[in-house]
């Protein structure tokens, strides 16, 4: 196993550098077959037929799976380029981050932020959803996806069951999908009442594992062209990859990361190639990688 020398983090690097090592941090779509099923599934919803009682959706992940990725993907291929000069501006997916605590007027406040309204500071929650509705439909609006659900979990059983039942309002009074976001454990709140599970079909991002090594190993030939090395990156062996699962903990945006970890020495070590054999916990840990469960454990002490 080869050893790197990370002795070239203390040199700064070149304007060039600067630039490529930039660009190993842009979020971009990386097309692996579950992601593209799940894009496929959630678009589907967009040409669903207006009806009183809408499908939805609960997308269910650890962090860092990938799941905002999917989403992203998702609003950015349904929305139109902003063009001031069109004749009809039209917004087909609005996307936001739930707001920390189950607030339904929080709630409402962010989406209308989001289509670009003025929010008083005491407007009604039902001003608010009228005038929300108008403007979906000026807009076009055909789904709306709310990120990171089970932020409701920090408030009471009541509250989160008054926050639900507006989310239920709203997808029956603009008529259409909403698709949610969350950690596996936000289908316990959904599930907490019946009448709200049954709207919501759940779809999950899965952990990687040694049984879908062979997607996988297609998952990491999908992300070596944005982490482009003049020499490449040698890493499809068997062995690589179970340690890629390994450290990554089966997580998508974790193995992202420790890619990227390796092309950036990499490059300011000026061998521009990654083989299998420098993917080591050794080589790792001296890149200042830190694994996700020990993250968490280091926050516990």
């Not at 990370?6 to 490529?20: A, D, I, L, Q």
């Not at 991002?205 to 990156?233: D, H, N, Q």
């Amino acid at each position: 196993m080869s050893k790197l020398d990370v002795g070239c983090f203390t040199v700064r690097p070149t304007p060039e550098m600067k630039v490529r090592l930039a660009a190993f941090r842009e979020e971009r779509w990386i097309g692996y077959d579950s992601a593209v099923r799940i894009r496929e599934q959630i678009e589907s919803l967009l040409d669903h037929p207006k009806t009183h009682r809408m499908p939805n959706l609960v997308l269910l992940g650890e962090s860092n799976s990938g799941k905002s990725m999917i989403l992203n993907s998702v609003r950015d291929r349904a929305n139109p380029p902003y063009d001031l000069n069109a004749h009809k501006i039209e917004l087909p997916v609005i996307m936001v981050q739930a707001p920390p605590s189950p607030d339904e007027g929080r709630m409402y406040t962010r989406i209308m932020e989001s289509l670009g309204m003025h929010v008083a500071s005491r407007e009604p929650e039902d001003s608010k959803l009228r005038r929300i509705k108008v403007m979906c439909q000026h807009l076009n609006v055909k789904m709306l996806i709310l990120d990171d659900f089970f932020n409701i979990a920090a408030g009471s059983i009541a509250r989160r069951r008054k926050f639900l039942n507006a989310l239920r309002n709203l997808s029956m009074e603009l008529s259409i999908p909403i698709v949610l976001s969350g950690v596996p454990e936000s289908q316990n709140i959904l599930t907490a009442d019946s009448s709200i599970a049954n709207r919501f079909k759940p779809i999950f991002v899965r952990r990687w594992t040694e049984e879908r090594i062979e997607e996988y190993a297609t998952f990491v030939v999908s992300i070596r062209p944005r982490l482009e090395l003049e020499k490449g990156m040698d890493i499809l062996q068997r062995a690589t990859l179970t340690r890629l699962l390994q450290f990554s903990e089966g997580l998508l945006g974790e193995t992202v990361e420790i890619l990227r970890l390796f092309a950036s020495w990499a490059v300011r070590s000026g061998t521009e190639h990654v083989t299998g054999d420098m993917v080591t916990w050794e080589n790792l840990h001296a890149l200042g990688y830190v694994l996700p469960s020990d993250r968490t454990r280091h926050l516990e002490r």
